[in-house]
T-cell receptor
């Protein structure tokens, strides 16, 4: 199993450019999520999905779009990048609530290695 | 407002001694708490968790204590090893919002040989 994979590892954008951060998992997890990590802020939830075709907003969703057409993939789209979106982005996945040890989907998440994004 | 707080940005301990990492929360709806460990250039990895119906959970060298009245939890690592050097994040989720994890800002633990 590759686990959770993210591409690219690094990216530099100019203000106003668009791009998609890719995330894939091969563990047949239903729950997937995107976080951003900023200095002094910890990890903040951007968007999450509890299954194919179902997405919802987290704490900081503005400026980001997501879709979930398959169980394996959960891409994060920046439509018009801004310097405030400079951050490290982590994708994560876990079993659904009924299948997880705690009975809750978001708890024991497996994280990808991250994408470091700089917006100039 | 920060619902999960880790007030110590860093902690340094000697190898073999106990490491105690602290976490405070403000939301009384939180009922499940976790600790994640993160090495540089890697994603966080799950370490240990505790439900609010318990006050202690142990897994090998790692023990998490929960004090609900004080809205405080702590992670004890005994004995500490150099390989434990990492950033530790406390996280919480709430009944009724179990799809969302709220993370603290992290504590950098350095275990000196």
């Amino acid at each position: 199993n590759a686990g959770v994979t993210q591409t690219p590892k690094f990216q530099v954008l100019k203000t106003g450019q668009s791009m998609t951060l890719q995330c894939a998992q091969d563990m047949n997890h239903e729950y997937m999520s995107w976080y951003r990590q900023d200095p002094g802020m910890g990890l903040r939830l951007i968007h999450y999905s509890v299954g194919a075709g179902i997405t919802d907003q987290g704490e900081v969703p503005n400026g980001y779009n997501v879709s979930r057409s398959t169980t394996e993939d959960f891409p994060l789209r920046l439509l018009s990048a801004a310097p405030s979106q400079t951050s490290v982005y982590f994708c994560a996945s876990s079993y659904s609530g009924t299948a997880s040890t705690s009975g809750r989907a978001a708890d024991t998440q497996y994280f990808g290695p991250g994408t470091r994004l700089t917006v100039l | 407002d920060q619902q999960v707080k880790q007030n110590s940005p860093s902690l340094s301990v000697q190898e073999g001694r106990i490491s105690i990492l602290n976490c405070d929360y403000t939301n009384s709806m939180f009922d499940y708490f976790l600790w994640y460990k993160k090495y540089p250039a890697e994603g966080p990895t799950f370490l240990i968790s505790i439900s609010s119906i318990k006050d202690k959970n142990e897994d090998g060298r790692f023990t998490v204590f929960l004090n609900k009245s004080a809205k405080h939890l702590s992670l004890h690592i005994v004995p500490s090893q150099p390989g434990d050097s990492a950033v530790y994040f406390c996280a919480a989720s709430a009944l009724g919002a179990t799809n969302k994890l709220i993370f603290g800002t992290g504590t950098l633990l350095a275990v000196q040989p």
